[in-house]
């Protein structure tokens, strides 16, 4: 590890502002550490460790209205491995938004350092309006659960027209299906809950590992509750942009694609590969693109998937699919081989369509009330045709009008703004190239927390830093910071 390169240190210092005020919290949770036990019970499920127990926590719908109906929210944990050494309680805070930690104290839980499951209970949960916690859904059809609907893909002429089209279907369905719960669905809702799970574990103060958009909500929990953190990793950071939100998550896909597809390209063009694409990795870029544009005007079969054609959309999707880990490379080669033939082998088998339901309607929730969407159609086709011209591989897609174009409800707050107010205790881990969360985004993140944050890059490719696509030098930092509080003096690189 050494400190980080003048390079970086100067795009730290020139990606972001730190923000202002902190928007008024309308509601607090509750600081009352004597709330009632948890009543903890045998886990629903395959395959978990039979240490995990589960329990629920009561919480407000709306925190602006506390005494009003509640929901709860489904907590899970395994407790510290060595009671002499307990230090407290590791919220698992999951990406997303959509996604659960329910069963992860079972799971990447158990992928941590010995020393710091001795020290520490890990807890799951499902964020409200996910299963098994009180749950909400949209009742879409099938055709507007799949990927390439709730993330635009424009015409393949850049029109957009069927985007919108699809945007106020999708909105007037959850509108009409989600109930009074979807409109409460939000990333600082989130943290609120946090705070009473931590309540209703009897912790004064918490620490987190959150990853992905699970680095906005624990930036968010930071800030709201700064006196009730602990040690807090921050793992494959979003930009907080305290006016878009996600849809600067959404944007930043563009710059994300092109840190990382050169990755693919050299490796899709190495001599001995045995599914070589291209013997440069200018021609993988250049054979990509052209099979992408050919599949616009002729898309194939492509059994079990939703579409079930393979067009260039499609292609791009699962591109972006790939991307994520280099272990899904060979995958993305393989498709575009076949492709190429004119036939493809079946898509894999999807989640069954309950979760996709419900994920979908988290997701969208989320997402539309974090932050206040343009609803005019002519901002959308300009951002689009300046993308695809900019940024041929994402084709418009980042800039595109996302369901929340057409939101029917009216923000519910501000959202959070991060600042660098609170202590210092605060680790980011990063690396260098995220198709999902780009540097360039996680380089906010640090500018806007300031002195209460360290941040850790690795010279490395694919997204999930901590214990899975980074360096054995960034895994002992942050494992050393969890166990000991050990956090390095200043900003640092590892290759």
């Avoid at 490395?460 to 930092?477: Q, V």
Wanted: charged share 20%; hydrophobic share 40%.
């Amino acid at each position: 590890m050494k400190p980080m390169t003048k390079s970086l240190a100067l795009i730290a210092a020139a990606s972001g502002i730190v923000f202002g005020v902190m928007t008024p919290l309308t509601a607090s949770a509750t600081n009352d550490v004597s709330a009632p036990p948890l009543k903890w019970t045998e886990c629903e499920g395959d395959g978990l460790d039979p240490r995990q127990q589960c329990a629920t926590v009561e919480v407000p719908m709306d925190y602006a209205d506390p005494d009003g109906p509640t929901i709860e929210v489904a907590v899970s944990r395994i407790a510290g491995e060595r009671p002499s050494a307990r230090r407290g309680a590791l919220l698992l805070i999951p990406g997303g938004p959509g996604n659960t930690s329910i069963d992860d104290p079972s799971g990447k839980g158990q992928k941590l350092p010995q020393e710091v499951r001795d020290a520490y209970d890990l807890i799951g949960f499902a964020p409200r309006g996910l299963a098994p916690s009180t749950a909400v859904g949209c009742d879409l059809g099938h055709a507007d659960l799949a990927l390439s609907a709730t993330r635009p893909w424009p015409a393949a002429d850049g029109s957009i027209t069927e985007n919108l089209v699809t945007a106020e279907r999708i909105s007037n369905t959850c509108a009409r299906n989600g109930g009074e719960l979807i409109k409460h669905i939000s990333s600082a809702n989130e943290a609120r809950d946090l705070d009473r799970v931590r309540a209703a574990l009897g912790e004064q103060k918490i620490s987190a590992w959150g990853v992905s958009y699970g680095t906005y909500v624990g930036a968010v929990y930071a800030e709201l509750f700064p006196h009730r953190t602990d040690r807090i990793v921050l793992d494959s950071n979003d930009n907080p942009d305290p006016v878009k939100v996600q849809r600067a998550w959404l944007a930043a896909y563009e710059r994300g694609v092109e840190d990382v597809f050169p990755e693919f390209a050299k490796w899709a063009s190495a001599p001995g590969n045995p599914d070589r694409v291209a013997g440069t990795p200018a021609g993988v870029r250049a054979d990509f693109l052209s099979l992408a544009a050919r599949l616009d005007r002729e898309p194939i079969p492509w059994p079990g998937a939703n579409p079930p054609v393979l067009n260039g959309n499609e292609l791009r999707q699962a591109m972006l699919n790939a991307l994520y880990d280099t272990d899904d490379f060979p995958g993305l080669a393989q498709l575009i081989l076949a492709a190429r033939k004119g036939t493809v082998p079946p898509a894999p088998p999807a989640p069954p369509e309950e979760a996709l339901q419900n994920a979908a309607a988290v997701g969208v929730g989320t997402i539309c009330n974090d932050a206040d969407w343009p609803a005019s159609a002519d901002a959308y086709r300009k951002d689009v045709a300046r993308s695809r011209a900019d940024y041929p591989l994402t084709a418009g897609m980042p800039r595109n009008a996302m369901i929340c174009a057409a939101w029917p409800y009216e923000q519910p707050e501000a959202p959070i703004r991060i600042t660098d107010r609170g202590p210092s205790n605060i680790l980011l881990i990063q690396n260098e190239r995220d198709v999902a969360t780009p540097l360039t985004g996680a380089l906010k993140l640090r500018t806007a927390l300031g002195k209460r944050a360290v941040m850790v890059v690795n010279d490395a490719t694919g997204h999930d830093a901590y214990l899975a696509n980074g360096t054995e030098c960034g895994d002992t930092t942050v494992s050393r910071f969890l166990a000991t509080g050990n956090r390095p003096g200043r900003d640092t690189y590892c290759d």
